[in-house]
């Protein structure tokens, strides 16, 4: 398996609009993509900054994974992504490895990816996204 970019942090928020607003004034950047995803119960805004992105995270509700993550924690860092070429021959090796995977097989992401996640115990406590982007991205 091969990770071959920091496809995005992902950052938890109360109030995607208002944090859309801090980062367009503070730093002059705007999504590149606003979508809701309901499969993950948010709704998300990609910023992009280099050749990754910030992802601004707003629950639909406080029983999905950031709804809770937000009631335990506030605001901040949810976890981070990384880009692989084949997530399906990803997920099959780290299983083999015996990582501890959330996601046994991929589920539909925003931006038309396929993703899956990684338990935080596996690597220093952070919560891991690997994500197979389609061809035309």
Do not use: C, W
Not at 18 to 26: D, G, P, Q
């Amino acid at each position: 398996m091969r990770l071959y970019n920091i496809d995005h942090v992902g950052l938890a928020v109360f109030d995607l609009d208002a944090a859309l607003a801090e980062y367009e004034r503070l730093y002059g950047i705007r999504p590149l993509y606003r979508e809701t995803v309901a499969s993950q119960d948010v709704e998300e805004a990609m910023l992009p900054l280099g050749g990754s992105f910030v992802q601004l995270l707003q629950p639909l509700s406080k029983d999905g994974p950031v709804g809770r993550f937000l009631e335990r924690n506030g605001e901040g860092m949810h976890h981070l992504a990384f880009a692989v070429d084949d997530i399906d021959a990803a997920l099959k090796e780290l299983a083999g490895e015996g990582v501890r995977l959330i996601d046994q097989e991929p589920r539909p992401g925003g931006r038309g990816a396929k993703i899956a996640f990684i338990h935080p115990k596996t690597l220093s406590g952070t919560l891991v996204e690997l994500v197979e982007l389609p061809d035309d991205h």
